[in-house]
């Protein structure tokens, strides 16, 4: 009798010792030797199907890869297109910060969108870096940035400040990341899909383990989109406090200056007119580190309101306060243009009193250089030196206010005072953490590249035409404090004292620090010395 599976080492025998076939069946009972020799015994970890051709590959095999799918290697050269097309665009914003490009002006700080671009070059880099060990981790975190972004989006497009300030840059910018975000989520979907797919048609199954490698890769991923959604969320919280403080009326009006490009804040108290009909002079106040509504406005509305003055404006310099940002670069003669059309667009003609402190005084001289036939007086309140330019034009000051900048759009400090402090809009917009703000970081920047170029040769330029008109008077007041502390400060305020021959007064105010104004007899001092300029050019107009 023929066995069924054979003799145990390959050989058929009969009865007679000779293997010969019989009625035909040969087919049946002999199967060819190469099938015998790799037959083994099913069990229950056999497979049920065998594999289509030959054997199946292990899954560590570097040919089990979801880049054999056309649609996966096509998603990663959009991808590679996209971080290509984000870092050009990176590279223009952050250009944009220093040197305006024509049509690329906004007139927000631009902090803004290069910190969106900066997110999706970010995102970019760590879906290719890790492209082929798609996880649900990832997936949901850019579903969650996809809509936090998208949120964004709709705060910019819904709040017309914030849409103003951002312009189509931030728009762009904002759009651009949420389709980004979108977009990694339906790769990482796909690249799991195709991994999947490519595992069960060349290993059998699904692989559920992951290598040593493939943990390390999806923990470092992970851990950087946690990191990127708790920056999305402070961006989301910062631009909810600046539509919370867009919601902040202006006192006064904002006009549009340089073509239309951006918009400044003047505001105007008092009457033009006194009770005869003749026309009243104006005290135009020029602040200096720090918004003028801040503190500085103070004292001059408690000399209106006792009398010493009739009337008195105040203007926010581009990126202070209600006004926006100019391009850059921006020098202190660019920004006195500006103040000179915004004037004029409103009607208001002069004769006009400039009082100015700090860095205010650099700007104060330029503009009463161009109008010196409507400047009246000059009161300078412990002005900066246009030979001390250097100390804010120097190079760490102005990367540091670059890196403050760069990082403004996360708010931290400024959530932290609202959360925690009692800061409220005021406080935000043009009072102690006005400083804190993209718009004021950027005017310092731009304060800062050009100070020891432009605006000094501006303001020695203007001296020297400022010297032609010996009839306008000039009153000088010092901090006490500083001449002390600083024997170069003091020579530079005496030098400030031969800006014109009609020298009324050089005060020093004994205990005052920089700001002057911060202590009694400063104020006092200040509004004594302004009601001698006011009543000295009302004299002049009245003759």
């Known amino acids: 009798m023929v066995s069924l599976w054979g003799s145990k080492n390959g050989e058929e025998e009969n009865h007679s010792g000779t293997a010969t076939p019989q009625d035909g069946q040969a087919s049946e009972h002999h199967a060819p030797a190469s099938r015998r020799e790799n037959h083994s015994e099913p069990n229950e970890r056999s497979r049920l199907l065998p594999p289509p051709q030959g054997r199946y590959l292990d899954p560590d095999d570097p040919a089990v890869s979801p880049y054999n799918l056309w649609s ?9 297109l996209f971080l290509t097309i984000s870092f050009l665009w990176w590279v223009l914003l952050l250009v944009s910060i220093f040197i305006s490009p024509p049509m690329m002006h906004s007139r927000g700080s631009g902090f803004f969108d290069f910190s969106y671009t900066t997110l999706t070059v970010g995102n970019l880099l760590l879906a290719i870096l890790f492209f082929s060990v798609p996880n649900k981790a990832r997936q ?11 949120i964004d989006m709709i705060l910019i497009l819904a709040v017309s400040r914030l849409r103003s300030e951002e312009g189509w840059v931030g728009i762009a910018s904002v759009i651009w990341a949420t389709f980004i975000a979108a977009y990694l989520v ?13 595992e069960e048609r060349l290993t059998g199954r699904q692989e559920t383990r992951r290598t040593l490698r493939e943990w390390c890769a999806v923990l470092t991923s992970s851990v950087i989109q946690i990191v990127l959604i708790l920056l999305v969320v402070l961006f989301t919280a910062t631009l909810a406090l600046r539509a919370r403080d867009a919601s902040l009326h202006a006192p006064g009006e904002r006009y549009l200056v340089d073509g239309d490009k951006y ?7 008092g009457n033009t007119t006194d009770t005869a009909g003749n026309r009243n002079p104006t005290v135009l106040l020029e602040a200096g580190e720090d918004p003028v509504e801040g503190t500085f406005e103070s004292w001059a509305w408690d000399a209106y309101e006792n009398g010493t003055i009739d009337r008195y404006c105040y203007w926010d310099r581009p990126g202070f306060a209600w006004s926006d940002n100019g391009p850059s670069p921006l020098s202190a003669g660019m920004a006195e243009v500006a103040l000179s059309e915004a004037l004029a667009r409103a009607g208001e003609q002069g004769p006009w009193i400039l009082v100015s402190a700090g860095v205010g005084s650099i700007y104060s001289r330029i503009f009463s250089s161009t109008h010196l036939a409507d400047v009246g007086g000059l009161l300078l309140i412990d002005g900066l030196h246009e030979d001390l330019l250097h100390r804010i034009g120097s190079p760490s000051r102005g990367f540091f206010l670059w890196a403050r900048g760069i990082i403004s759009p996360l708010g931290w400090d400024r959530l932290a005072g609202a959360l925690f402090q009692g800061r409220d809009r005021e ?9 804190q703000g993209g718009k004021y970081l950027k005017a310092k920047l731009q304060e800062n590249l050009v100070a020891n170029s432009l605006t000094k040769n501006e303001v020695s330029s203007a001296r020297n035409i400022q010297k032609q008109s010996s009839n306008t008077s000039l009153v000088i007041i010092s901090s006490g404090i500083e001449v002390r502390r600083d024997n170069e400060w003091e020579r530079k305020q005496r030098d400030l004292t031969t800006l014109t021959d009609n020298l009324v007064a050089w005060d020093v105010v004994n205990k005052a620090p920089h700001q002057v104004w911060k202590t009694l007899e400063g104020r006092q001092t200040m509004e004594k010395r302004l009601g001698e300029l006011y009543d000295t050019s009302r004299t002049k107009i009245h003759v």
């Open 186 to 198: 339906l790769t990482d979907r796909v690249v799991a899909w195709g991994k999947h797919e490519e």
């Open 427 to 435: 406080d935000r917009v043009y009072g102690r953490s006005a400083y």
């Open 263 to 269: 918009k400044v804040h003047v505001a105007c108290i």
């Open 72 to 80: 996966v290697r096509a998603l990663r050269y959009f991808s590679v």
């Open 140 to 150: 949901i975190s850019c579903m969650i940035m996809a809509v936090l972004l998208l």
